[in-house]
């Protein structure tokens, strides 16, 4: 005998073979312990099924089931809560039931069978809660024929279309039951749709004699474990997913999910796959569309091109799913086609985006979708394809607290009042302006191309007024501060705050580390994050260590001129997509 696995309706839980279906709760189970709210839940839940979903069945979580010694009952490891709860409804209407049977604790077995309104009782922690169970069930009826008589016949009728699946395992040690067992309550990890798919598939295998099905069951677990392993590459997972694994046991799942047309729900991935089978397909041709759709995603990871342009359009827009940009691969055959097809996704994606007016004040969407696709497509350009030469999807989608964007001259500058702030921006302020003696810049573009127009501000006065600030700092004037902070950022910073040329993408919390601070503060401050393993995008990085002009300006000063060589890069790299 082999394991096996179906669906059936509650109904043929009651009868088999014209014989009542007989239950049997081992002594390594706890008694019953559902709250009237779980009561409650199942019976609005299958109302609702009733009322809403009459095209499709409505799936209970699996019952996991082994054949007692004499074969004369079924041993219930997983799912004695919902037979329990089941068997009091249907004798709470009067309908037939199947028996259960508590094999260490017979007077749980007989309060069972007797229990009605005229016996509740708590003397046993079983008692408590069946006659709780029982009293919830009582009243929710008692509601609900009073509006309609017939009641309790159509909810009798809908359990033909109330479904279980159905887990049969082979005759089983008591050791190995109860591991089982373990693993399924204490542990809390109910079965998977893929845990109840893998048995399903493996169950259904028949290309041969039995030699040959055990050779390729054991081939399809290899290939099933090699794929598993292979999606919990966070890189690789992240590129295809908003969301981490809702379950960590089985990401081979995804694959199912896509398979079926959507994310599962109530066991919809499980029942698609047997569907499939029950219509004829073979457990062969179901695992080979499997591996083709893993194959696919994997090349589309492999490539990095498909790899960034496939990234970019599901980050920015939901309606690019996996399932639309399979079918349209298939649909222009050749890979070159796919990747101008994602080419020109991309380019509608930001053809009415004006790099020159988009501003962050109006278009903060906009500029986000503009500053994450430079960074993208500025390592797609790299010639090595390396990891370091890959944008990170992973780091990027599970940043914690998201993104923002960095104003690399600070917006003017709002007033510090807190005195915490206050001494920690001018002790961070003073470490940088002893490294510099002077700053010299150009007050105007036009004066860039005027020899002998060069401003020099000498830096000392500066960290002279600063010390003299913490030097009272137990009696800050406040006023003196934000007119020396002003003062700075005048110096160490040019205007056009809101405009692309001023903005880098960065993780919300690095920005808030940054505050108002001048530029060589700011820039400091980037170093360090990224010497402590922090995501600082590669483009942000560049504009902070000056990556971008050829300016002989000293690094501290974020010039017209730095910024004109920024706008510029950004528009070269959109340019490659536009044009």
């Known amino acids: 005998m082999s394991n096996k696995i179906t669906t059936k309706s509650v109904i043929e839980l009651i009868v088999n073979n ?29 109302n609702t099924f009733m ?73 046993e922690p079983d008692f408590h809660y069946m006659s709780d169970a029982y009293k919830t069930i009582k009243d929710y009826f008692d509601e609900k024929l009073s509006n309609s008589p017939s009641y309790a016949d159509k909810f009798y009728v809908a359990m033909e279309r109330v479904k279980v699946i159905w887990y049969e395992l082979d005759t089983l040690s008591e050791n190995e039951k109860i591991d089982i067992f373990n693993r399924l309550n204490i542990g809390k990890i109910p079965l998977t749709d893929a845990e109840l798919i893998r048995a399903l598939l493996l169950s259904k295998i028949k290309i041969g ?18 794929i598993e392993h292979e999606l919990r590459n966070k890189e690789f997972w992240y590129f295809l997913n908003e969301k981490p694994q809702k379950n960590d046991a089985s990401h081979i799942e995804f694959i199912f999910n896509l398979m079926a047309g959507g ?3 109530n066991y919809t991935t499980y029942l698609w796959f ?8 073979s457990a062969n041709e179901l695992w080979n569309s499997v591996k083709k759709i893993f194959g696919q995603l994997k090349s589309w990871y492999n490539k990095r091109t498909l790899y960034h342009y496939i990234g970019f359009l ?12 399979m079918a349209q691969q298939s649909e222009v055959k050749t890979k070159s086609s796919f990747e101008i097809w994602l080419k020109e996704c991309i380019k509608n994606e930001i053809k009415d985006i004006d790099l020159k007016s988009v501003s962050y004040d109006e278009n903060k969407t906009d500029v986000n979708k503009i500053l994450l696709l430079f960074n993208v497509l500025t390592l797609n350009e790299l010639k090595l ?41 001018l002790e961070k302020t003073r470490g940088v302006l002893l490294n510099i003696k002077s700053v010299e810049k150009t007050s105007t573009i036009e004066d860039e191309k005027m020899e002998g127009k060069k401003e020099e501000t000498p830096i000392k006065d500066y960290v002279e007024k600063i010390d003299t600030l913490l030097a009272y700092k137990d009696k800050m004037d406040v006023t003196e501060f934000n007119k020396l902070k002003q003062d700075l950022s005048n110096v160490f910073d040019s205007y056009s705050v809101h405009e692309l040329s001023n903005l880098a993408l960065l993780a919300k919390k690095d920005n808030s580390s940054l505050q108002n601070y001048i530029f060589p503060v700011k820039r400091d401050i980037i170093i360090d994050l990224e010497k402590r393993g922090h995501f600082i995008p590669l483009c942000t990085k560049m504009v902070f260590l000056k990556g971008y002009s050829n300016a002989d300006y000293q690094p501290f000063y974020w010039s ?20």
Not at 84 to 113: M, V
Not at 209 to 226: F, G, M, P, V, Y
Not at 274 to 281: A, H, S, V
Request: hydrophobic fraction near 30%; proline fraction near 4%.
């Open 18 to 46: 014209k014989k009542e279906e007989q239950y049997a709760i081992p002594y390594y189970q706890r008694g019953y312990r559902w709250e009237p709210r779980h009561v409650q839940y199942l019976l609005n839940d299958i």
């Open 51 to 123: 009322d809403e979903r009459n095209d499709l069945d409505y799936c209970l979580q699996p019952i996991v089931v082994t054949p007692s010694k004499d074969e004369k009952m079924w041993e219930v490891i997983d799912g004695q809560q919902r037979l329990i709860t089941l068997f009091l409804i249907f004798q709470c209407i009067g309908k037939p039931r199947y028996q259960i049977h508590f094999l260490q604790r017979p007077k749980s077995t007989a309060f069972l069978q007797k229990l009605n309104e005229n016996t509740y009782s708590d003397d």
């Open 209 to 226: 004699k039995e030699r040959e099905d055990i050779l390729r069951q054991a081939e399809i677990s290899d290939e099933w474990n090699r």
């Open 263 to 265: 994310e599962a729900e």
């Open 274 to 281: 047997e569907k499939q089978i029950n219509d004829g397909k």
């Open 314 to 325: 599901i980050e920015t827009n939901h309606k690019y799913s996996i399932q639309s940009l």
């Open 385 to 425: 394809d390396i990891p370091q030469n890959r944008f990170s999807f992973y780091r990027f989608k599970t940043m914690d607290g998201g993104w923002s964007i960095e104003h690399i001259h600070a917006q003017n500058s709002e007033e510090l009042k807190d005195p915490k702030q206050i001494i920690t921006w």
């Open 560 to 579: 017209e001129k730095d910024k004109e060589a920024y706008f510029s890069e950004i528009e070269r790299i959109i340019n490659t997509i536009i044009k």
